[in-house]
Structures are given as C-alpha cells and as structure tokens.
C-alpha cells in the first residue's frame, strides 16, 4: 500500500498516528516489494480490524464486524424520519 494510506489528517497535513505506523511497519516487513492485488486487500482489512480493535477492543467480534463492512464498502443506510400521519387513526382491539 503507498505510505499515504496509513497516515491520517486533512491531505495538505497527513500525519502517522501510532497505528498507522506499526500497521505500515508490519506491512513491509511481511510483504517487501511491490504487492499484488490480494495483498493490498490484505493490508487494507488488516488496517480497519486494528482500527476495529482500537474502537471495540480486542476481544469483541465487532472489531472483525467492523473490517468486514468497510472491506464490504456497504453504503451506510441514512435513517429517514417521517412526519406523523394525523389522519391515521389506530385501532386497539380491547377483549374483555
């Protein structure tokens, strides 16, 4: 992966953070040369799980939940608040 994509920060002030950088660090060391296609993949989930374990912690399935939705590249659903109908009426059935 290029060394921009570890770094965080608006683009004209990206910066390594401490996750960032071991993630580039392990990277290299595992993969030198140029990567294929498979292992940029590989680097970019292993990225967002350590991103996952830094929010959830490392013992929670979230953080595995978390890499997979972003390796996924889902569109995140926008909730959609509807005004009250005030016509609607609701009907309850009461036994008695």
């Known amino acids: 992966m290029p060394e921009d994509f570890y770094k965080v920060g608006p683009r ?4 390594f953070d401490d996750l960032g950088l071991r993630a580039l660090e392990r990277d290299w060391a595992a993969w030198p040369g140029v990567p294929s296609e498979d292992l940029m993949m590989r680097s970019q989930f292993n990225l967002f799980y350590d991103i996952g374990i830094r929010f959830f912690g490392r ?23 509807r005004p009250a109908d005030r016509q609607r009426h609701f009907e309850f059935q009461v036994r008695v």
């Open 12 to 15: 004209a002030n990206r910066h």
């Open 59 to 81: 013992h929670s399935s979230q953080a595995l939940d978390y890499a997979l939705y972003v390796m996924e590249k889902r569109e995140l659903v926008a909730l959609v608040l």
